[in-house]
């Protein structure tokens, strides 16, 4: 048994390719599991509508290649938020969460990460709060009942940038079925501009974080840097945090951004990756 996985977040691959392309793909770059994206984009939501012919496909295509796809991105909350002003939207989340949960559920997914958002594209108040915690408290309900996972993502805006934030909705709901599937890049963003320790808030969640994002960051940036390209995320200190909790499932998370070589890019970025993990291995 392999002592932890290393989870390839699918937008690392080309959109061009196909899930079962991305799968075989995963595996030939020596990644463990593919992480699959439920984003706010009308093709990625349509996801949670296959049938039953394509889910199949996609089960066979994840057996074929020998990689699991157990976590799911779920950012589609970002453009329908559990907080909404919007009473439309709000149904909209929920129906969106509902779907999801079942979706994940028939190609074996465990973990559902969330987006840390009340809103997005809307001004923040005590109602979009209220709001978003109702509606936590739904969503937890019907995770529950299919033993899925909720993980909170922490984001790059100020409602939930940090383990700790996240962890007083965790703590708020109270149910073993929600918890923290951190960002170390984001959460060393925060850290510098709060003036606080990273690992001190990842400790905030022992206990409670399911699996954690690697990513580089760098001070007003979150996305789209290359692993080892002079970013701040202190990848030693935090993973050993984080394996220390028993935390044993970690997903690295970057972009294609068009590259010809991207399959030696995700190759070079799997080796950066566990040269960070292995050490705590024994």
Same mark, same amino acid.
């Given at each position: 048994m392999k002592p932890y996985t290393l989870g390839l977040y699918e937008k690392a691959m080309p959109n061009f390719l196909s899930i079962p392309q991305k799968l075989e793909l995963t595996a030939k770059c020596g990644f463990d599991r593919m992480e699959i994206s439920v984003d706010e984009t009308d093709e990625k +939501?349509?996801?949670l509508d296959f049938s039953e012919k394509q889910i199949m496909e =996609? @089960? +066979?295509a994840s057996r074929d290649a020998g990689v699991p796809i157990s976590t799911m991105c779920l950012s589609g909350h970002r453009k329908y938020p559990f907080g909404s002003h919007d009473p439309a939207v709000v149904r909209r989340s929920l129906e969106i969460?509902?779907?999801a949960i079942i979706f994940g559920s028939a190609i074996g997914v465990k =973990? =559902?990460? +969330?987006? %840390?958002y009340d809103v997005y594209y809307e001004e923040h108040d005590t109602g979009t709060e209220a709001r978003f915690s109702e509606n936590l408290a739904k969503a937890t309900e019907m995770a529950a009942a299919h033993g899925i996972l909720l993980g909170f993502e922490t984001m790059e805006t100020p409602f939930m940038d940090t383990t700790e934030k996240a962890m *007083?909705? $965790?703590k708020q709901i109270g149910s073993p079925y929600l918890g923290v599937y951190p960002d170390i890049g984001n959460l060393k963003n925060a850290a510098v501009l709060y003036g606080t320790d990273v690992v001190e808030d990842i400790h905030t969640g022992c206990g409670h974080i399911f699996a954690a994002h690697l990513k580089e960051t760098r001070p007003g $940036?979150?996305?789209d840097m290359t692993f080892g390209s002079g %970013?701040? @995320?202190?990848y030693t200190r935090c993973i050993e945090e984080l394996w220390k909790q028993g935390v044993r499932m970690f997903t690295g998370e970057f972009w294609h951004l068009g590259s010809e070589t991207y399959e030696q890019d995700i190759i070079d970025a799997g080796r950066f990756l566990r040269? *960070? =993990?292995?050490?705590? $291995? *024994?």
């Amino acid at each position: 048994m392999k002592p932890y996985t290393l989870g390839l977040y699918e937008k690392a691959m080309p959109n061009f390719l196909s899930i079962p392309q991305k799968l075989e793909l995963t595996a030939k770059c020596g990644f463990d599991r593919m992480e699959i994206s439920v984003d706010e984009t009308d093709e990625k +939501l349509a996801r949670l509508d296959f049938s039953e012919k394509q889910i199949m496909e =996609i @089960t +066979l295509a994840s057996r074929d290649a020998g990689v699991p796809i157990s976590t799911m991105c779920l950012s589609g909350h970002r453009k329908y938020p559990f907080g909404s002003h919007d009473p439309a939207v709000v149904r909209r989340s929920l129906e969106i969460m509902e779907k999801a949960i079942i979706f994940g559920s028939a190609i074996g997914v465990k =973990i =559902i990460q +969330l987006a %840390g958002y009340d809103v997005y594209y809307e001004e923040h108040d005590t109602g979009t709060e209220a709001r978003f915690s109702e509606n936590l408290a739904k969503a937890t309900e019907m995770a529950a009942a299919h033993g899925i996972l909720l993980g909170f993502e922490t984001m790059e805006t100020p409602f939930m940038d940090t383990t700790e934030k996240a962890m *007083k909705y $965790v703590k708020q709901i109270g149910s073993p079925y929600l918890g923290v599937y951190p960002d170390i890049g984001n959460l060393k963003n925060a850290a510098v501009l709060y003036g606080t320790d990273v690992v001190e808030d990842i400790h905030t969640g022992c206990g409670h974080i399911f699996a954690a994002h690697l990513k580089e960051t760098r001070p007003g $940036v979150y996305r789209d840097m290359t692993f080892g390209s002079g %970013g701040h @995320t202190e990848y030693t200190r935090c993973i050993e945090e984080l394996w220390k909790q028993g935390v044993r499932m970690f997903t690295g998370e970057f972009w294609h951004l068009g590259s010809e070589t991207y399959e030696q890019d995700i190759i070079d970025a799997g080796r950066f990756l566990r040269s *960070k =993990i292995d050490p705590f $291995v *024994k």
